[in-house]
T-cell receptor
Framework: RKEVEQDPGPFNVPEGATVAFNCTYS??????FFWYRQDCRKEPKLLMS???SGNEDGRFTAQLNRASQYISLLIRDSKLSDSATYLC??????????FGTGTRLKVLA | DGGITQSPKYLFRKEGQNVTLSCEQN?????MYWYRQDPGQGLRLIYY???????QKGDIAEGYSVSREKKESFPLTVTSAQKNPTAFYLC???????????FGDGTRLSIL
């Protein structure tokens, strides 16, 4: 089993739709979690951290389910500009940042 | 502005040649990292450094070398021993453990 798994997609959704991605992790000792956005041929950029209580930033909501070992990202009212690949990151220990392979989102006009 | 600068943006390597990728940060971060990204794959850790004059191998260190003589700088050398160097190389830095990493805009390395 991979340490971090994401559905590669692509998720093709119309503008204004709500879309959710999950990311599962195998090590229950994982300590921190993040979502990054990566545009084609660009570097990953931090979208948001994921807190145990769940957190929201505008149209984006991140949640952590430790019991089932997954994190999720919900995007409401999708915009064309949200089209990108979304990477989840799981942190173990002091340096081990494990990146998922990403989920591709295409928002269609 | 604070950030991480990688250079060059594009690099071509000849057979048997060593090449060095530059990474400089002015965020005052202690930790710095080098990743490799291949199409359809996640980022894989090459080397990391948590403090000046100290660095550790990551998951795919063979064929690469690094140095950390200054807090701001963490250059990566791709040696001739790395037989498949074509990839997108990303440098990152971070403050302390469990905090998010911040990335430079990457270097694309290809073989001539």
């Amino acid at each position: 089993r991979k340490e971090v798994e994401q559905d590669p997609g692509p998720f093709n959704v119309p503008e204004g739709a709500t879309v959710a991605f999950n990311c599962t992790y195998s090590n229950s000792a994982s300590q921190s979690f993040f979502w990054y956005r990566q545009d084609c041929r660009k570097e990953p950029k931090l979208l948001m951290s994921v807190y145990s209580s769940g957190n929201e930033d505008g149209r984006f909501t991140a949640q952590l389910n430790r019991a089932s070992q997954y994190i999720s990202l919900l995007i409401r009212d999708s915009k064309l500009s949200d089209s990108a690949t979304y990477l989840c990151v799981v942190v173990q220990g002091t340096y081990k940042y494990i990146f998922g392979t990403g989920t591709r989102l295409k928002v269609l006009a | 502005d604070g950030g991480i600068t990688q250079s060059p943006k594009y690099l071509f390597r000849k057979e048997g040649q060593n090449v060095t990728l530059s990474c400089e940060q002015n965020l005052n971060h202690d930790a710095m990292y080098w990743y490799r990204q291949d199409p359809g794959q996640g980022l894989r850790l090459i080397y990391y450094s948590q403090i000046v004059n100290d660095f550790q191998k990551g998951d795919i260190a063979e064929g690469y070398s690094v140095s950390r003589e200054k807090k701001e700088s963490f250059p990566l050398t791709v040696t001739s021993a790395q037989k498949n160097p074509t990839a997108f190389y990303l440098c990152a830095s971070g403050e302390v453990v469990n905090q998010p990493q911040h990335f430079g805009d990457g270097t694309r390395l290809s073989i001539l």
